[in-house]
């Protein structure tokens, strides 16, 4: 099928390049004219595993092409989707201003019957806006239909996620449109949901709500677990044994950050008090969140006592491991504040360094190139992002490397016992401290 995206960012791109390689002839649109220089040029402007190799495959099959234009995009395809960005306001609620400028874009140069596909993460009763916005800017009073078909994909997996979904989502009023979008997901033989346009943007927001307050959920344990001196990490198995409840999601750490939970929950919150039912349990998810990388600090400053002057070591900048993505990552968040009590702070991350390194929060921190030269006369080493690189580090020559062996561990990534015995003052997450011997 003939197909365009609408924003080819983290998950407009990765969609693109993904239904090209199932046989699709997919145009991918950016109004940043950079990125499309760049996607021209044969390079690729984020890190995604296994995405590059997609890219470079699809472009030379000719199925994959870029361009800055919208009319192109539309005029190329039978189904149009959107992928551009959602940001929240200060007040929670979602900025819609990008997809209404799409949907305007997309009424001015709609000359025929094509489904329009929104993939952006939106408020219930966007898709109803969206059709209004194309009638409203139809010119050529072109036929069409919209569609909700929210996005699943994690970043660090996106391929993958996209190639071998759980579930693919399709909201729509038309059987049509149903029909064209079944086609288009056929290749991916993945279990297909049709639903309401409205129910489709709702189980976006309810899908990434359930998630973060999983993730609270374990954080509130670890907490109790430290203070009882229980191991979070065994209650998460005895808990995530059961089918009921599952394991992925109860890794206890210093709380959920990246572009998508912390706006995503904040959105929910906002739409559900517009409708009048407010969701005073997500309001407590978003506190345990931040509550869970003040405790994680505080715990730093208990051992160290002041963190002025200090010499702190940070490996792990992004949000999550396997992406560059440091948008609104906890670790960052966690460098800022260090920064800010006077701390000198000498940073890591195996491929979040070139986006950090733009962010004013973090100008004062040194860039360094590897883990181990983060950890050179470091009084505290702080693993804030759980990459495997990590774990394959020497940990005897940290520990030669570093002032003093302390570890504060957000991502609980080694194991205590192993830990003392290499000598090092090991502070996890709801774990019992361990000391050297
Ligand atoms: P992104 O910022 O990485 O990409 C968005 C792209 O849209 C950018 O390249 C931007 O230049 C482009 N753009 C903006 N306005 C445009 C316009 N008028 N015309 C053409 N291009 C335009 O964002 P993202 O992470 O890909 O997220 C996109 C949407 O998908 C958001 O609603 C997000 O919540 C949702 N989502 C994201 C993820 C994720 O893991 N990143 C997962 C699921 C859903």
Redesign the pocket.
């Known amino acids: 099928m003939d197909v365009s995206i609408?924003?080819?960012?983290?998950?407009?791109?990765?969609t693109g390049a993904c239904f090209a390689e199932v046989g699709h002839n997919v145009t991918c649109?950016?109004?940043?004219s950079r990125?499309i220089e760049i996607l021209r040029a044969g390079k690729v402007?984020?890190f995604e595993p296994g995405l590059e190799e997609l890219i470079h495959r699809n472009v030379s099959a000719q199925r994959l092409r870029f361009t800055?234009s919208?009319k192109e995009g539309v005029e190329n395809s039978q189904v149009v989707f959107i992928?551009?960005?959602?940001?929240p306001q200060h007040d929670g609620s979602v900025d819609l201003s990008?997809?209404e400028?799409?949907a305007r874009?997309i009424a001015g140069v709609l000359t025929d019957y094509r489904v329009i596909v929104d993939?952006?993460?939106?408020p219930v009763k966007t898709g109803e806006k969206v059709a209004e916005s194309i009638k409203r800017y139809n010119r050529h009073r072109a036929k069409f239909d919209v569609v909700s078909n929210?996005?699943?994909?994690?970043?660090g997996c996106?391929v993958s996620d996209l190639m071998q979904p759980d579930r693919i989502v399709i909201g729509a009023q038309s059987e049509h449109a149903v029909d064209v979008m079944k086609k288009v997901y056929e290749p991916f033989m993945a279990p297909i949901l049709v639903t309401d346009i409205n129910s489709a943007e709702l189980i976006?927001h309810a899908a990434?709500s359930f998630l973060a307050l999983k993730i609270s959920y374990i954080n509130a344990v670890s907490a109790i677990c430290e203070a009882s001196g229980a191991d979070v990490e065994k209650v998460a198995d005895g808990i995530g044994m059961d089918r009921r409840i599952g394991r992925p999601f109860l890794n206890a750490g210093i709380g959920y950050g990246?572009?998508?939970f912390p706006?995503?929950i904040a959105a929910f919150i906002t739409i559900s008090d517009q409708l009048g039912v407010p969701f005073a349990l997500l309001k407590e998810v978003q506190r345990i969140n931040a509550a869970q990388k003040d405790r994680f600090l505080k715990g730093i400053r208990d051992t160290l006592w002041v963190l002025r002057e200090k010499q702190i070591a940070v490996w792990g900048l992004t949000f999550k491991p396997d992406t560059d993505?440091v948008?609104s990552s906890v670790a960052i968040d966690l460098v800022a504040d260090m920064l800010r009590e006077g701390a000198h702070v000498s940073v890591y991350d195996p491929k979040g360094m070139e986006r950090a390194c733009e962010l004013s929060a973090i100008k004062g921190a040194r860039f360094c190139q590897s883990p181990l030269e983060a950890a050179i006369n470091a009084e505290a080493l702080v693993i804030a992002t759980e990459w495997a690189e990590f774990t394959n580090v020497d940990l005897t020559v940290v520990k030669e490397k570093m002032t003093t062996p302390i570890i504060f561990d957000g991502r609980n990534l080694f194991d205590p016992a192993t830990m003392a015995k290499v000598g090092f003052h090991y502070h996890s997450i709801g774990r019992p401290p361990v000391k050297p011997g």
């Open positions: 609408i924003g080819s960012g983290y998950v407009g791109l990765v649109v950016d109004n940043d990125k402007p984020i800055g919208v992928a551009v960005p959602t940001p990008f997809i400028k799409v874009e993939k952006s993460t939106v929210p996005e699943f994909l994690r970043e996106a976006k990434n990246g572009s998508c706006k995503d993505d948008r």
